[in-house]
């Protein structure tokens, strides 16, 4: 067998050395000269991610009070739990942010320019459904993308965005059902 089929093989950094590394530069908190990732580049996708998750909660908060017709409660009720989700996500990601010595980015003023999804009222119940659908497929795609790029640089970053990634399926997925659940005429 030549060098190319067999194995790198790993060592562990020894206790005097990690050490020595911690104390060093210390003002950086949780980023060690271990991190891979471009930080820069990670913070600013992160804080798409904040505008997208904001804006995503605003969007459900207002289909939450403006649902109406018979179906209304029980989509009101996925609008306003969708909400509060997607607020925690925006919290996930603003300590996230923080921790990479970044600083999130809560302007109101460009917060739909750093946005992924958008901002749609819908004139419908099904109309909002549908727009909230939209911005989950959005989600869905930009996750997936962030997750693909910061590979295996950043393993933190990429858990929490994989786990804000299964919420957003399954966002998508009840919607869809809801979707499928009500009459395609104006509710």
Not at 3 to 17: F, G, H, I, N, S
Not at 144 to 160: F, H, K, Q, S
Request: proline share 3%; with cysteine.
């Amino acid at each position: 067998m030549d060098d190319t089929t067999q194995p790198k093989e790993r060592r562990l950094t020894d206790v005097a050395t990690l050490r020595a590394r911690a104390r060093r530069h210390i003002e950086e908190g949780a980023v060690t000269p271990g991190y891979a990732a471009d930080r820069e580049a990670v913070v600013k996708l992160l804080n798409e991610a904040l505008a997208t998750e904001i804006v995503c909660t605003l969007r459900y908060r207002r289909h939450y009070f403006m649902a109406r017709g018979i179906h209304a409660a029980t989509v009101a009720e996925e609008f306003r739990e969708h909400a509060a989700e997607e607020l925690g996500h925006a919290d996930q990601i603003a300590e996230r942010i923080v921790q990479l010595g970044g600083e999130p980015d809560f302007s109101p003023m460009t917060l739909l320019a750093r946005s992924h999804a958008e901002y749609v009222e819908g004139g419908s119940l099904l109309d909002m459904i549908k727009e909230n659908l939209v911005a989950e497929r959005i989600a869905i795609d930009s996750y997936r993308e962030m997750l693909l790029y910061i590979g295996d640089a950043d393993p933190t970053t990429v858990r929490m965005l994989a786990s804000i990634l299964a919420v957003e399926e399954e966002h998508a997925d009840e919607l869809s059902d809801l979707v499928a659940g009500l009459p395609t005429s104006k509710g």
